[in-house]
């Protein structure tokens, strides 16, 4: 845990943007202990706004500058919070009724809804076969399944701006995880930030918040983690 630190040296805060562990049904200690090495090192810095893996996390989203800057982990950008995934269809009737209940077009209410879908949704065991080909085959079928996440892989960025507009037209930077592709994505004056994913063989990104600039570096792993080359900065708020 401690080759993290050289990512969060000289910062007042360290916000994480959900899907930091498995919280629900995992199959061992490890996650849990991990997650609590993580939360020992950042101390009091550290903020951890809920995911669909870990909605039991009480803050689901993060304003910074004023409201110039949105932090959300990204089931809130989507109705049905996370389209692509496995369980979505044995749980459809379920979830369509969590979405009536939520007509708000802010971004906290998105994240409640999100929240709510991801506390219904059971996680479905993976085929028995061994890694990654478990994995892969739950990608790849049912084909319907394939598309879906690929539509979503095309427009995520697209709809993150969408969301943006929809909940805080007057905020100018959404940044979000979720859907395991880091880049960044600018219509109209407003910027989408995704910083991918952690996961092994992903070429994450992170982002440094200050008053004036949103500055966006990819995390690279040699030698300890550290925030690497910059991938895209922003002023903060247009004067
Ligand atoms: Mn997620």
């Not at 061992?28 to 997650?35: I, Q």
């Not at 960025?157 to 100018?172: A, K, T, Y």
């Amino acid at each position: 845990m401690a080759q993290l630190a050289p990512l969060f040296e000289g910062s007042d805060e360290i916000i994480f943007a959900g899907d930091i562990w498995q919280e629900k049904e995992h199959r061992s200690e490890r996650p849990a202990r991990m997650f609590s090495e993580l939360r020992e090192l950042v101390g009091a810095q550290g903020i951890f706004l809920r995911g669909n893996h870990d909605p039991g996390m009480e803050q689901g989203i993060a304003w910074l500058a004023g409201k110039s800057v949105l932090v959300t982990h990204g089931d809130a950008v989507f109705r049905d919070a996370t389209p692509w995934s496995r369980e979505m269809s044995h749980h459809r009737k379920a979830v369509e009724e969590i979405v009536s209940r939520y007509d708000g077009e802010d971004a906290q209410a998105c994240s409640d809804r999100a929240r709510d879908i991801a506390l219904t949704i059971k996680p479905l065991p993976l085929p028995k076969l061994p890694v990654p080909f478990n994995f892969l085959a739950t990608a790849l079928w049912p084909p319907s399944r394939t598309l879906e996440m690929f539509r979503v892989w095309s427009t995520m960025g697209e709809e993150c701006l969408r969301f943006l507009e929809r909940v805080s037209p007057e905020s100018r930077v959404v940044i979000c995880g979720h859907f395991h592709r880091a880049g960044s994505w600018e219509r109209e004056g407003r910027v989408a930030i995704n910083t991918g994913s952690f996961m092994r063989t992903s070429r994450p990104w992170c982002v440094d918040i200050d008053d004036e600039w949103v500055t966006a570096r990819e995390v690279t792993f040699f030698d300890g983690w550290k925030a690497g080359k910059v991938k895209g900065r922003w002023i903060v708020k247009e004067s």
